[in-house]
Antibody
Framework: QLQLQESGPGLAKPSATLSLTCAVS??????????WGWIRQPPGKGLEWIGS???????EYNPSLRSRATISVDTSNNQFSVKLTSVTAADAAVYYC???????????????WGQGFLVTVSS | EIVLTQSPATLSLSPGERATLSCRAS??????LAWYQQKPGQAPRLLIY???NRATGIPARFNGSGSGTDFTLTISSLEPEDFAIYHC????????FGQGTKLEIK
């Protein structure tokens, strides 16, 4: 059974860089037909896609976050990461990683998801 | 940019009743629509993909329908564990989520 687990610092200072890692177990990040994505959810609000990557290193980003987000892969450790620069209070959220199933016509859907990791932005 | 609007924001029903949740897109999204269920403190769980396909392990009481700009998630007979927040999601160039519908016990 595929499982994903987010980890990283739970606190980021304003203007600093937020970094999170997603460890994948029960399956290979090199599996074809799948991307690997990051989604976030500010407290009490809706979901926002940050971006996704393929194990080759190819990435797609939400245009609203493209200038600040970088997603990378570490195939040797079966994990992928996200970095978000110049964070503000608006970046405080639960960050989820998820496997993205590629569909025939679009980018697909996310299944399964990690349990989520709360990041607070504060000095 | 596609905007997804879910309605109602909150739906109050009793176990055993039928729930109808709406997701309306600002422009046609073909059939590229998914639905997720999220319980408090938990990650979203995929229910429906490509408008009407149930994900693995999802009970038959969950059904998705629609096309173009109007989509519906129907729960035929509510079980106590179905009370949660439901999100719709579109995927083409990038992913867009609706703001969610909270299904609460009446």
């Amino acid at each position: 059974q595929l499982q994903l687990q987010e980890s990283g610092p739970g606190l980021a200072k304003p203007s600093a860089t937020l970094s999170l890692t997603c460890a994948v177990s029960g399956g290979s990040i090199r599996s074809s037909g799948y991307y690997w994505g990051w989604i976030r959810q500010p407290p009490g609000k809706g979901l926002e896609w940050i971006g996704s990557l393929y194990f080759s290193g190819y990435t797609e980003y939400n245009p609203s976050l493209r200038s600040r987000a970088t997603i990378s892969v570490d195939t040797s450790n079966n994990q992928f990461s996200v970095k978000l620069t110049s964070v503000t209070a608006a970046d405080a959220a639960v960050y989820y990683c998820a496997r993205q199933v590629i569909s025939a016509g679009g980018l697909g859907w996310f299944d399964p998801w990690g349990q989520g990791f709360l990041v607070t932005v504060s000095s | 940019e596609i905007v997804l609007t879910q309605s109602p924001a909150t739906l109050s029903l009793s176990p055993g009743e039928r729930a109808t949740l709406s997701c309306r897109a600002s422009h046609s999204v073909s059939s590229y629509l998914a639905w997720y269920q999220q319980k408090p403190g938990q990650a979203p769980r995929l229910l429906i993909y490509d408008t009407s396909n149930r994900a693995t392990g999802i009970p038959a009481r969950f059904n998705g329908s629609g096309s173009g700009t109007d989509f519906t998630l129907t729960i035929s007979s509510l079980e106590p564990e179905d009370f949660a927040i439901y999100h719709c999601q579109y995927c083409s160039n990038w992913f867009t989520f609706g703001q969610g519908t909270k299904l609460e016990i009446k």
